[in-house]
């Protein structure tokens, strides 16, 4: 299931989230055009290598520092232009009404922590990996939680491909994020029976960004009018471009 849009509206423009897209994408695109070694070089260095993290007692304080940088680096790098792109449309789609909610600099904070708390859960479960994990699935994860937590009766509207023809649907976003979730629940029980990374994917960091959102987001709405669920009621006719254009 491919999220096209929700029916959320919002009252101020997402800043923070465009930014953070336009970041990444900035980046990315950079990186594109830098010689494969040293693609790859920023990738080992500025990525998370959890066994560099776990061991780094053995190495002295210039890879003690480069660990703490990484984590925060390793969010705005990307290994393909389908994860790339996978992650900012997630982010445009969920996270203006999760930055509208919270306000610009508390939703940065909120943002950050979602992401470098899913790496450390990654770094947990999978110890002594020497595979760099890079890219912003981690902080997103932490997002959806915040969403499900806020708008959980939200209408999601999804595009399934059925023998290369698209259909359209619309759910709660209770339904489309817990079903989300639970596949990357799925997916990261087999990575630790496995014993290895399955499909190269962090899915502990999708879990453990998404638990932390949900437990955390109520703490960064203190004090702002984001605990009501503002849905349009079900049966309430709508364009599929109103989210855009309103």
Same mark, same amino acid.
């Given at each position: 299931?491919?999220?096209? &849009?929700?029916?959320?509206?919002?009252?101020?423009?997402?800043?923070?989230?465009?930014?953070?897209?336009?970041?990444?994408?900035?980046?990315?695109?950079?990186?594109?055009?830098?010689?494969? &070694?040293?693609?790859?070089?920023?990738?080992?260095?500025?990525?998370?290598?959890?066994?560099?993290?776990? &061991?780094?007692?053995?190495?002295?304080?210039?890879?003690?520092? &480069?660990?703490?940088?990484?984590?925060?680096?390793?969010?705005?790098?990307?290994?393909?232009?389908?994860?790339?792109?996978?992650?900012?449309?997630?982010?445009? /789609?969920?996270?203006?009404?999760?930055?509208?909610?919270?306000?610009?600099?508390?939703?940065?904070?909120?943002?950050?922590?979602?992401?470098?708390?899913?790496?450390?859960?990654?770094?947990?479960?999978?110890?002594?990996?020497?595979?760099?994990?890079?890219?912003?699935? %981690?902080?997103?994860? %932490?997002?959806? %939680?915040?969403?499900?937590?806020?708008?959980?009766?939200?209408?999601? /509207?999804?595009? /399934?491909?059925?023998?290369?023809?698209?259909?359209?649907?619309?759910?709660?976003?209770?339904?489309?994020?817990?079903?989300?979730?639970?596949?990357?629940?799925?997916?990261?029980?087999?990575?630790?029976?496995? %014993?290895?990374?399955?499909?190269?994917?962090?899915?502990?960091?999708?879990?453990?960004?998404?638990?932390?959102?949900?437990?955390?987001?109520?703490?960064?709405?203190?004090?702002?009018?984001?605990?009501?669920?503002?849905?349009?009621?079900?049966?309430?006719?709508?364009?599929?471009?109103?989210? /855009?254009?309103?």
């Amino acid at each position: 299931m491919i999220p096209i &849009q929700d029916i959320v509206p919002r009252k101020t423009f997402p800043i923070v989230t465009v930014s953070l897209i336009a970041l990444n994408s900035l980046i990315f695109i950079l990186m594109l055009n830098l010689p494969s &070694q040293v693609r790859e070089a920023i990738v080992i260095n500025f990525g998370v290598v959890p066994a560099r993290i776990t &061991q780094f007692g053995l190495g002295d304080a210039g890879v003690a520092l &480069q660990n703490v940088i990484s984590l925060f680096t390793a969010m705005f790098l990307h290994g393909g232009w389908i994860h790339l792109f996978g992650n900012m449309w997630t982010l445009w /789609i969920f996270g203006d009404n999760v930055e509208d909610r919270m306000g610009h600099r508390r939703f940065l904070v909120f943002y950050l922590l979602c992401g470098i708390a899913a790496t450390l859960v990654h770094v947990w479960l999978h110890p002594d990996s020497t595979i760099p994990m890079i890219g912003a699935s %981690g902080a997103i994860s %932490g997002v959806l %939680g915040a969403y499900y937590g806020l708008f959980p009766l939200a209408r999601v /509207i999804v595009m /399934i491909p059925i023998f290369f023809f698209p259909f359209f649907f619309e759910m709660p976003a209770v339904l489309y994020i817990g079903w989300w979730y639970l596949l990357q629940l799925f997916s990261g029980t087999l990575s630790i029976l496995h %014993g290895k990374i399955v499909g190269g994917v962090a899915w502990w960091a999708h879990v453990g960004g998404f638990v932390v959102g949900l437990l955390l987001h109520r703490l960064f709405c203190v004090g702002k009018n984001c605990f009501p669920d503002e849905v349009r009621p079900w049966g309430v006719s709508y364009n599929l471009g109103e989210k /855009i254009n309103r």
